[in-house]
């Protein structure tokens, strides 16, 4: 558990710290032991994942807890289909363990290299009109406090902590072990089209009632869309083969789409153009497959990105504000925009908290200018009541947070009893939660 100073950087490079020391913990006892280390050195502290967060959630400037190599007792109960893991598992580790037990997770994004406790603290959602974020699927959590406690909590014990460390930045303590309730093993059909954004927006309801679940992109200076579905089937009866998948999943969306942002990063003129190209050149396929292996594909194309949760009905206003945005920008947008939906949900810093959640995510390749961009969809989101992904760049502050979310103080309240010492901070959560 002996630690040294190491520096870090995020997955996309925008973030990066030296920590004074970085442990770790290879038991619980250590992390928190780590813990009263760091108050008795009158130190903060800050759990590290796979940094897979676009904001500063993770960096330490303190002492920093990596616990990728923490172990606890794997349990996996199928008859209740629950699963119980350290939290610094990765969810591709959870996806593969599940498998081997014949369960799922009910719904996942498309990266699985988070960890479970990063994507979970942050609000990492899938799509899916019924299903929540992935803190919806948590059934218990262990987490060490400010204090050094180590604190089981649900929704029958410690409800209150339970409702907020399922998305708690890792502010009121370090997870360490989680559990979650989980499905039986299932496929899925995946559909892609390509679709004139006009077509999609008239029938939204039509679109995310209609399937399992359902999401689109827009590809900037065009009219034009990429649909894709996914709907639970009984029989993978339609694999899509292997030299297909590596030509669309891996060739064309990372080989070739790396290409194209370079070329546009290089010459910004012909972004419009590289734009267009890649809109007409979609192609409608099917095909079924693993949940998981659906539901995740490879990113290897950098980039930042901004995300918010609206409410649903406010998506077409946002949409169309964001087309004018982008036309007026001094620079150009490389990246499609993505558009996903989510169902109402009860933890308190949860972006879906009380109100079914439409969410539209800007991106930009990395080495271009994004700050004017996403500042100004952050304007039009937060006046149509959005809310900004934890794990996404944003500019908000307590102070203009605070209204968005009814168990805010509540949520400060909480952290103040759990973390006394306000160990677990850093200058992000001192912008977003208050000092």
């Given at each position: ?136 699927f948590v059934a218990g ?216 959640s439409a969410y539209v ?75």
């Open positions: 558990m002996a630690g040294s100073p190491a520096d870090w950087s995020n997955w996309a490079g925008n973030q990066r710290s030296t920590a004074l020391v970085t442990a770790r913990p290879r038991s619980v006892a250590d992390v928190a032991e780590a813990v009263r280390r760091a108050a008795a050195a009158g130190t903060t502290i800050r759990a590290v994942g796979s940094g897979h967060s676009f904001t500063a959630t993770a960096v330490a400037d303190g002492h920093r807890l990596d616990l990728a190599d923490l172990t606890t007792d794997v349990t996996v109960d199928v008859a209740r289909r629950l699963v119980t893991v350290p939290a610094g598992m990765t969810l591709h580790a959870l996806n593969d363990l599940l498998a081997g037990h014949g369960l799922a997770v009910p719904n996942l994004g498309d990266i699985d290299a988070q960890t479970i406790a990063g994507a979970i603290s942050t609000g990492t959602h899938g799509t899916g009109a019924t299903l929540g974020c992935l803190s919806t959590l262990t987490l060490v406090t400010g204090t050094g406690e180590v604190l089981r909590c649900s929704a029958d014990e410690h409800p209150d902590v339970f409702d907020a460390a399922r998305v708690g930045l890792g502010a009121v303590g370090i997870l360490v072990e989680v559990t979650l309730r989980c499905v039986d093993a299932f496929v899925l059909r995946a559909h892609e089209r390509p679709a004139a954004l006009a077509d999609v927006l008239a029938d939204l309801p039509g679109l995310h009632q209609a399937h399992d679940h359902a999401e689109f992109y827009w590809f900037p200076y065009t009219d034009r869309a990429q649909v894709k579905t996914n709907d639970r089937v009984p029989a993978d009866d339609r694999p899509l083969p292997r030299w297909r998948g590596w030509l669309d999943d891996e060739f064309l969306a990372n080989t070739v789409f790396a290409g194209a942002c370079r070329l546009g990063r290089a010459v910004p003129a012909l972004a419009p153009g590289i734009s267009a190209v890649s809109a007409r050149a979609l192609t409608e396929r099917t095909y079924t497959g693993r949940s998981d292996l659906v539901f995740c594909t490879p990113r290897r194309v950098r980039f930042v990105e901004m995300e918010y949760g609206l409410p649903r009905d406010a998506l077409p206003t946002a949409l169309a504000e964001l087309r004018r945005i982008v036309d007026r920008l001094p620079f150009k947008v490389l990246f499609p925009v993505e558009v996903r939906f989510t169902a109402a949900d009860d933890i308190w810093l949860s972006h879906s908290y009380g109100r079914e995510a800007v991106h930009q390749y990395v080495g271009m200018p994004y700050e004017p961009y996403f500042r100004a969809f952050e304007q039009v989101a937060t006046e149509l009541g959005g809310r900004p992904h934890w794990g996404k760049l944003h500019w908000r502050d307590a102070a203009s947070l605070a209204p968005a979310y009814p168990k805010f103080a509540a949520f400060q309240s909480l952290r103040t009893r759990l973390d006394p010492q306000n160990l677990f901070t850093n200058p992000y959560l001192k912008q977003v939660l208050g000092s």
